[in-house]
């Protein structure tokens, strides 16, 4: 059975603050993926193709709760 994806901000955004985006982790890595403009992925690290685009869909169909929570938190 494939584990789930879960999404998280980093508490810790560097300074300046990294523009809007979410990191996206299964049971075999994460990545990172842009928000602002058309979303993008920033970097992979262990996420396979398939994981990965599906990542990809799940961020694209959740974008604006994505950037709602991310500029709740950070301004």
Not at 32 to 41: A, D, H, I, P, R
């Amino acid at each position: 059975m494939r584990e789930a994806f879960g999404s998280f901000c980093y508490s810790d955004e560097g300074s300046p603050l990294e523009p809007c985006h979410v990191h996206v982790t299964n049971g075999d890595g994460e990545a990172k993926f842009w928000l602002g403009g058309e979303v993008s992925v920033a970097y992979n690290q262990g996420l396979n193709r398939r994981d990965l685009a599906i990542a990809m869909l799940i961020v694209r169909a959740n974008r604006s709760v994505l950037e709602r929570a991310w500029h709740g938190y950070f301004g």
